[in-house]
């Protein structure tokens, strides 16, 4: 009988510590939104602008041309931002990668101007989860 109650424990903890893990997993999208807007300000290169330089808050992180040039002529510059908006082609653990080890998801570095983000896991998570919510 013991044991019974032991097992019925066990399985009772399992599902409730496998839900924890899947929303710690996922991340906090309020939080992912303060940090992409906010701190990491990947509205300046991912958003498009108008005429007089303004964010185009409609096209949010929706791909934008480089609004500057390399300082380092000779550099591999990237030209454009590409669309982050649902981080297209990206999926939860390869988005944090990037964020975390500046790594894409094919497994090459990051080309300036984009910096290479040394996140904490948690903060990656979070931003992933914002992005991975826009459609």
């Not at 496998?18 to 906010?38: K, M, T, W």
């Not at 330089?53 to 550099?75: K, M, T």
């Not at 101007?113 to 459609?135: I, N, T």
Request: glycine share 8%; proline share 10%.
């Amino acid at each position: 009988m013991r044991s019974a109650a032991a097992l019925a424990c066990i399985l009772g903890f399992i599902p409730a510590v496998a839900v924890q893990q899947r929303g710690e997993a996922a991340g906090d999208p309020s939080r992912g939104e303060y940090i992409v807007e906010n701190v990491a300000m990947c509205v300046q290169c991912h958003t498009p602008r108008n005429e007089a330089g303004d964010l185009l808050r409609s096209r949010l992180l929706q791909g934008a041309a480089v609004p500057f040039q390399s300082p380092y002529p000779g550099l591999r510059w990237a030209n454009t931002a590409p669309p982050i908006a649902g981080l297209p082609q990206y999926t939860l653990e390869e988005g944090v990668r990037l964020l975390t080890a500046g790594v894409t998801r094919t497994g090459t570095p990051l080309r300036p101007p984009m910096p290479p983000f040394r996140m904490r896991e948690q903060d990656a998570r979070d931003v992933v989860s914002y992005l991975k919510s826009m459609k």
